[in-house]
Nanobody, 122 residues
């Protein structure tokens, strides 16, 4: 059983930067596809970015060029660096993991963290 714990959320002004982290335990981290999703109030959970075991990454179009996902297998941690933040990026950000190379489907991920709030003020 994999446990995921996010950290690093907070309040930032539009145009600012924030980084969130997700520490994994209970599995062989390097073998998992790791992902970030987000959910804004009243909206469905949506894919933000993911990174495969070999390091290949994919992004939602609206965050390309602004967000960067990375992983440190030695620390069992995945990161999401968010730059040029916009008010529409406000959401609870969730870390997710699955033991195969897959894409952005919410239902495809087996393990989820509790989420961390990111609020971007205008």
């Amino acid at each position: 059983q994999v446990q995921l714990v996010e950290s690093g959320g907070g309040l930032v002004q539009a145009g600012g930067s924030l980084s969130v982290s997700c520490l994994a335990s209970g599995g062989t981290f390097s073998m998992y596809t790791m992902a970030w999703f987000r959910q804004a109030p009243g909206k469905e959970r949506e894919f933000v970015a993911n990174i495969w075991p070999g390091g290949t990454s994919y992004y939602q179009n609206s965050v390309k060029g602004r967000f960067t996902i990375s992983r440190d297998n030695a620390k069992s941690t995945v990161y999401l660096q968010m730059n040029s933040l916009k008010p529409e990026d406000t959401a609870v950000y969730y870390c997710a993991a699955v033991l195969r190379r897959i894409g952005p489907s919410v239902t495809a991920y087996d393990y989820w963290g509790q989420g961390t709030q990111v609020t971007v003020s205008s």
